[in-house]
Nanobody, 125 residues
Framework: QVQVVESGGGSVQSGGSLRLSCTAS????????MAWFRQVPGKEREGVAA????????RYADSVTGRFTISLDNARNTLYLQMNSLAPEDTAMYYC??????????????????WGQGTQVTVSS
């Protein structure tokens, strides 16, 4: 079983920055995708960014392109999300997920089998 743990959430004012981290206990696959999702109460979980463990290629949701950067430290099985120019609409619970290599940068949450418990990000205006 893969255990996934997020950290780094918190409260910040609009325009500020936060960096989220996510560590997987071990890789369930020889190569894999890791991704960040977010969810607010009453809404569906939304894909934020995904990255390949082999190519390093990343994909971003339109809403965060140019402001968020996803990166992966393969040696530590640790995923990061650098969030800059944060806005109140970025307020959500952020989740990290691990999935198989054939996802090809999918931002569909139903395709990821391993999830963390989430870390809260709150942006005040």
């Amino acid at each position: 079983q893969v255990q996934v743990v997020e950290s780094g959430g918190g409260s910040v004012q609009s325009g500020g920055s936060l960096r989220l981290s996510c560590t997987a206990s071990r890789s369930a696959y020889s190569s894999y995708y890791m991704a960040w999702f977010r969810q607010v109460p009453g809404k569906e979980r939304e894909g934020v960014a995904a990255i390949s463990s082999t190519s390093g290629s990343a994909r971003y949701a339109d809403s965060v392109t140019g402001r968020f950067t996803i990166s992966l430290d393969n040696a530590r099985n640790t995923l990061y999300l650098q969030m800059n120019s944060l806005a109140p609409e970025d307020t959500a619970m952020y989740y990290c997920a691990v999935g198989p290599p054939w996802l090809v940068s999918s931002l569909n949450p139903s395709e990821y089998p391993y999830w963390g418990q989430g870390t809260q990000v709150t942006v005040s205006s």
